[in-house]
Every structure is written in C-alpha cells, then in structure tokens.
Nanobody, 123 residues
Framework: VQLVESGGGLVQAGGSLRLSCAAS????????IGWFRRAPGKEREGVSL????????YYANSVKGRFTISSDNAKNTVYLQMNSLKPEDTAVYYC?????????????????WGQGTQVTVSS
C-alpha cells in the first residue's frame, strides 16, 4: 500500500487549504483512510477519517465545522478541505490508512502512512 500526499503550504489565519492523498495497493474497499497531524512538541492527533465501505466519517473536535473530508473512489483519492485555518492547525499532516482500524483513537493502530505534508498557518 502506498499513500501519496499533496497540498500543504503556508496560509494566513482564516484561509483555506486542501490536502490530497492518493492511495494505491488496496484490493478492496474494506479500509479506513484519513489524516493525523503532528505539531512541534506535541503528540500525534487524529484529524479526520473516512471508512471506505460505508462512508462513515469522523472528525476531531478541534476541526469540526472547519475541515471536511471527502473521497473520490474512482481516483482512490481522499481530500481534506481545511477552512478557517488557525495558527494552532500548524503541523505536519499525515495521510493514514488501515484495514482493521476504523476510528481515530490511536495513531499506532494505523499500518500505512504517507510521507507527510507541512501546513503552516500564520497569524
């Protein structure tokens, strides 16, 4: 399985960015895919997750109402639309996926990770 992210960058507070994650190598839709982030000096935080089989979606409380996860199944690509960005959203964002884990609780439950993309929000 390979996850390739794109779309990070520098944006001012209140701005928007969209992250993309192209997945390859899965043989069926029985997996979950989403995003974790890691800010300097902080633990990894689950941001959002979508279960491919039933479309169920999870968000961290810190991003609810501002971030939207979506999936283009034909392209095997997941997107994270991030609006109303805040300086505290600054982090490296990692695309994650797993066939067994279907929640955002623990980062170590995810077997597959992308290379990470930096998101920096200036105040």
């Amino acid at each position: 399985v390979q996850l390739v992210e794109s779309g990070g960058g520098l944006v001012q507070a209140g701005g928007s960015l969209r992250l993309s994650c192209a997945a390859s190598g899965f043989t069926n839709d029985d997996y979950a895919i989403g995003w974790f982030r890691r800010a300097p000096g902080k633990e990894r935080e689950g941001v959002s997750l979508i279960r491919r089989r039933d479309g169920r979606i999870y968000y961290a409380n810190s991003v609810k109402g501002r971030f939207t996860i979506s999936s283009d199944n034909a392209k095997n690509t997941v997107y994270l639309q991030m609006n109303s960005l805040k300086p505290e959203d600054t982090a490296v964002y990692y695309c994650v996926a797993d066939e067994a884990t279907m929640t955002l609780n623990f980062w170590y439950e995810f077997d597959y990770w992308g290379q990470g993309t930096q998101v920096t929000v200036s105040s």
